[in-house]
């Protein structure tokens, strides 16, 4: 049987305390890695930052065909990351993947929530528009943000989302300049990119008349 050579390792959302164990082993047994320079830094092996971030990792990775190749991702390689391209472009038996601490878990446990009924979006390096009746329709969400669509922006834009929420914009998530931000109308909202919006559906809305 072929062992993987292609390592889809999750980096948790940040810290080292939640790098799990089989990661940190799958880290010792590489023979390069693919990524950002947030998640490669501290490595001695070689280190490639793919640009663009699919087409640039699946070229690197078939450039080195002997090599085992670790693609470290943020947060669980399942959740919004580059796990699926990996798996069609290689592979199933090729592909080994690494779970880990999910940007979803952090944040919830940040703010003392629970997460089971939460639904899930994206806009970090999305041109499609977010679905705003979808977020409505949530108990409640968490979004992905980027540079280009950070909490300070998108909360301008969709105003409505205070109304029906309890909100939190979240930036630098497990890192030492972590910043969980109370969303209000007087709040100065955040525009780092590495950030996430939390919302809670308001308690007056989850009652039912009597």
Known sequence: MNQPRIFIISMGPGSPDLLTERACRALEEIDMAVGAPRLTQGLTVPCYEPEPLISGTIEYIRNHPNKHIGVLVSGDAGFYSLSRAIVAAFGRKSVAVIPGVSVVQAAF???????QDARFFSVHGRKAALDIPAIMAS?????????SHNPRSILERYPRLLEHFDLWSISNLSLDNELIVPVTRETVIPEDPLS???????????????
């Not at 446990?109 to 997460?115: F, G, K, L, N, T």
């Not at 108990?139 to 540079?147: A, M, N, S």
């Not at 996430?196 to 009597?210: A, F, L, M, S």
């Open 196 to 210: 996430c919006v939390v919302g809670v559906k308001k308690e007056k809305e989850n009652h039912i008349d009597e």
């Open 109 to 115: 446990a940040a703010i003392a929530e629970p997460w």
């Open 139 to 147: 108990e409640c969400f968490l979004l992905l943000c980027d540079g």
